[in-house]
């Protein structure tokens, strides 16, 4: 993370209250946070929570008990936990959320001294081409429109910026990977679609569509040859917050569904879980043994 491109605004203040998360520069927040090296963010309140157990069990070899960790700060926007030298963040759907949750991530980590962290983002995905069960590995996030950018109004302006996941980072977490894990890891682009029906070319919402079945399937393919291999919606907001810092980032994407088949998710809710504790799991490893 590079220090000289934060906001010297907040750094001022006599307290800096981070409203959304639940805490504040009067707390001694480098003690508290001071050793973090990774942080880890998904969508929702269940799939942290879940990181969190996950990777409690695993760090102290916990088995045939039902582990459930608690929350800190506040509770009812965000869940967030504090394992070893790891956060564990659920930051909300979609891009305003996310965004709210990485700008006081960052900012309660420059209190905390904290200088190169390390943010991975993993979460439950439709793939292009890809089975249920297979994880992406995102290579660069992308627009609907198919662009390597976060377009971002600020004061009345428009603003791109690069959304390359770093290739240091995804290059290690991909060579760190079980060899028995590795058929079913793909690398690709993702799309970060802004909502979940019609900007990501479902047929299945409730607005009139400006697209036929058929074009649908065009742009899919489209996508697809230019190396899509997901949809989310946070992609973009998460990889150009991260490259305008400088901030080591990559994505992971538990893909539930493969959207040339069917809109649906038509597995179980047990296989969804299945599915993203294998793609968050492969991250905790990662973490644990580096």
């Known amino acids: 993370m590079n220090y000289d491109k934060l906001n010297p605004f907040f750094q001022n203040l006599e307290v800096d209250y981070l409203y959304h998360l639940g805490f504040d520069s009067g707390q001694n927040l480098e ?8 942080v880890i963010l998904t969508r929702s309140f269940n799939n ?22 608690k929350t800190i700060g506040k509770r009812e926007r965000y869940h967030i936990h504090k394992i070893h030298n790891s956060l564990i963040v659920s930051h909300g759907i979609g ?10 991530v960052v900012k309660l980590l420059w209190h905390a001294k904290v200088k190169s962290p390390k943010f991975f983002r993993v979460g439950p995905s439709g793939g292009l081409g ?27 302006q428009l603003h791109h910026y690069p959304t ?23 690398t690709g682009k993702i799309i970060g679609g ?21 074009e649908q399937q065009q742009y899919l393919h489209k996508a697809y040859n230019q190396g899509v291999r997901s949809f989310d919606m946070e992609a973009t907001g998460f990889a150009g917050f991260c490259n305008q810092l400088e901030i080591s980032c990559c994505e992971i994407n538990a893909v539930l ?13 047990q296989e969804q879980i299945l599915h993203f504790k294998k793609a968050a799991n492969l991250v905790i490893d990662y973490v644990i043994n580096h």
Not at 48 to 69: H, L, P
Not at 198 to 208: E, V
Request: charged share 20%.
């Open 31 to 38: 003690q508290m946070f001071g050793d973090v090296e990774y």
């Open 48 to 69: 942290a929570d879940t990181i969190a157990n996950e990777f409690t069990k695993k760090f102290y070899s916990i088995r045939d008990t039902d582990v459930r960790c």
């Open 95 to 104: 891009v305003p959320s996310l965004l709210i949750c990485l700008n006081e």
């Open 130 to 156: 890809v089975n249920p069960g297979q994880i992406v590995v995102g290579t660069e996030a992308v627009t609907n429109t198919l662009e390597a950018q976060f377009e971002s109004i600020e004061f009345g």
């Open 164 to 186: 390359q996941f770093c290739h240091a980072l995804t290059q290690d977490f991909i060579n760190a990977i079980n060899k028995n894990e590795t058929a079913s890891i793909v």
């Open 194 to 214: 802004m909502g979940y029906y019609n900007g990501q070319a479902r047929l299945n919402g409730a607005m009139p569509l400006s697209y036929t079945p058929e």
């Open 257 to 269: 569904v493969d959207r040339f088949l069917t809109d649906e998710i038509y597995i179980s809710k």
